[in-house]
Structures are given as structure tokens and as C-alpha cells.
């Protein structure tokens, strides 16, 4: 089971690598054939975003698990621990943690 760290560097890492063979795939034809079948070329590109794009998404789910945690200094954000001790944080104490993450 991969963390959150190494889930998104791996989707970094396929999407660059998606890019390069998007890329590759283009110049090889190009330089062979003197034209080049988009199919491939869209296709690695395709899987670039949708994994630059699970990336970001991972890393937003990595902020707001900091965050939750911080708001409800260590203990058990699950069972929404400040809501049942009647902490009650602001939209502005909220945003601030949110930009400090």
C-alpha cells in the first residue's frame, strides 16, 4: 500500500513519462513516415492529464486530512471529534490553516 506522498509522485512520474512517449511517438512517425497517427499521440496525452489531474486531487485530500488533523489536535478526526466538543472554528480561522497547509 503506497502513502499519499508516494501515490502522487507516482502519478507525477506517469504522467511525465506519458508526455515524453506522446512526444516520441509523434517525432519517430513524423521522421519515418513524414506524417504520424494522432490515435497514440492523443491517448498518451490523455493519460498525462488524467494523471497529472489524480495528482492534484491527491494532494488536496492530502491538505485537508492535514488539516482536519490540525483542527482537532491529534485526536480522532473520524469521528468528528471538535464538532462533539462544541469547538467551533470560524470560515476565517478555516481559510487561514487552509493557505498555512
Not at 78 to 83: D, G, H, V
Amino acid at each position: 500500500m503506497k502513502s499519499l506522498d508516494e501515490a502522487i509522485q507516482h502519478c507525477m512520474e506517469v504522467a511525465e513519462k506519458q508526455e515524453k512517449l506522446a512526444e516520441n511517438s509523434m517525432n519517430i512517425q513524423i521522421k519515418k513516415y513524414k506524417v504520424y497517427d494522432a490515435d497514440e499521440y492523443i491517448k498518451c496525452k490523455e493519460c498525462a492529464e488524467e494523471h497529472r489531474q489524480l495528482a492534484e486531487w491527491l494532494k488536496e485530500l492530502k491538505r485537508f486530512k492535514a488539516l482536519q488533523c490540525k483542527s482537532c489536535n491529534g485526536y480522532d478526526c473520524e469521528e468528528n471529534w471538535c464538532y462533539r466538543h462544541g469547538i467551533d472554528r470560524s470560515y476565517d480561522d478555516f481559510c487561514s490553516d487552509w493557505e498555512e497547509i
